[in-house]
């Protein structure tokens, strides 16, 4: 047995990319894509063709270069569910992170867009950074059956608040951590020291303890040390690098994380938004990293979508 096999005993193992090749090759459950993976998928000669059919349909429909990047994400998308048997995280524009109603308003036309590719919501979870706003659309969205995966998770307040919007599953991130206390001056860290690591499972802990259903999907590492750590988590993202490394090491993992015994969580919390923004101000390393992937997000988006201008107009 390899540690990929065995942490499929114990965790739902979701594919953290956009390129097919990678996922056809690890088998994952899920897949979940950001503006920057579908950026890279869409420079390989690979998917040509899901690139080209936006492309043909933004000029036959006049479509302005926004409306042709979320026909790609969908074109992506699409093809995705025809691969892994559960669901593909499709994710809302960076730069509605701060305006729920447009957010909502992005969530149903997606949906609509992979209806009309005979993909019913069910395949879907819609993705949506966690701030106050993003939250908020996240509750109106399930409400309304429309399933959700709140990312850019950084603080346990975060969590908190996604949990009372009943979101369906929150991405806390763990290297993006790490790196934070890193270049502040931490460390060394070990696997079981690692803050993005104490971070989930702290999380994790909280959920499990108060008999929350939003599911926990630990995102974003930078080695197999972290992903060893949190073995057992609801459900872990991994990029197709670190796939490999666990495919090609030898062994067993040791279950880390157990909803039969999740360890003390904190106290309840309770936030308003007040209480919430204050909570996120008072951790300077989830401001941060908050504001940090938001402006990155939004950069790649620009960038595909200048590219996507580009192709329009030749």
């Known amino acids: 047995m390899n540690k990929l096999e065995s942490l499929r005993e114990m965790s739902v193992v979701v594919a953290d ?45 006049g479509a302005k270069p926004g409306q042709v990047t979320d026909r790609l994400a969908v074109n992506f998308g699409a093809a995705l569910t025809k691969i892994v048997p559960g669901r593909v995280s499709t994710e809302v524009d960076a730069d509605l992170s701060f305006d729920t109603a ?29 701030t106050w706003e993003g939250i908020q659309a996240a509750c109106a969205l399930q409400r309304g059956g429309i399933d959700c995966n709140l990312t850019l998770l950084f603080s346990l307040a975060q969590a908190v608040a996604c949990a009372d919007a009943k979101a369906f ?24 020291t690692d803050p993005g ?14 008999d929350i ?17 949190l073995a057992g988590c609801d459900r872990l993202t991994i990029s197709p690098q670190l796939l490999a490394e666990l495919a090609k090491t030898d062994g067993a993992m040791t279950r880390k994380l157990d909803a039969k015994a999740p360890g003390q969580p904190p106290q309840p919390l309770k936030l308003d938004e007040k209480a919430f923004r204050w909570a996120l101000n008072e951790d300077a390393m989830a401001t941060e990293k908050l504001s940090d992937g938001i402006r990155l997000f939004a950069k790649d988006l620009a960038s595909l979508r200048k590219s996507v201008a580009e192709r329009l107009a030749g």
């Open 17 to 61: 990319t956009g390129d097919m090749g990678s996922i056809e090759a690890f088998k994952p459950t899920d897949s979940t894509t950001n503006p920057t993976l579908i950026l890279k998928a869409s420079q390989m000669e690979a998917y040509k063709d899901l690139v080209e059919e936006a492309i043909t349909w933004g000029k036959k429909a």
């Open 102 to 130: 447009a957010t909502v308003e992005k969530a149903h036309g997606l949906i609509a867009a992979y209806k009309e590719r005979g993909v019913e919501r069910e395949r879907i979870l819609i993705k949506i950074a966690s």
């Open 169 to 192: 599953l929150i991405s806390p991130f763990v290297g993006r951590i790490l790196d934070w206390h890193v270049k502040a001056g931490g460390g060394p860290y070990t696997a079981e």
């Open 197 to 210: 690591v104490v971070s989930v499972r702290q999380i994790y802990a909280y959920y499990k303890s108060y």
């Open 213 to 229: 259903k939003t599911v926990v999907m630990g995102a974003s590492f930078r080695n197999i040390g972290e992903i060893e750590a």
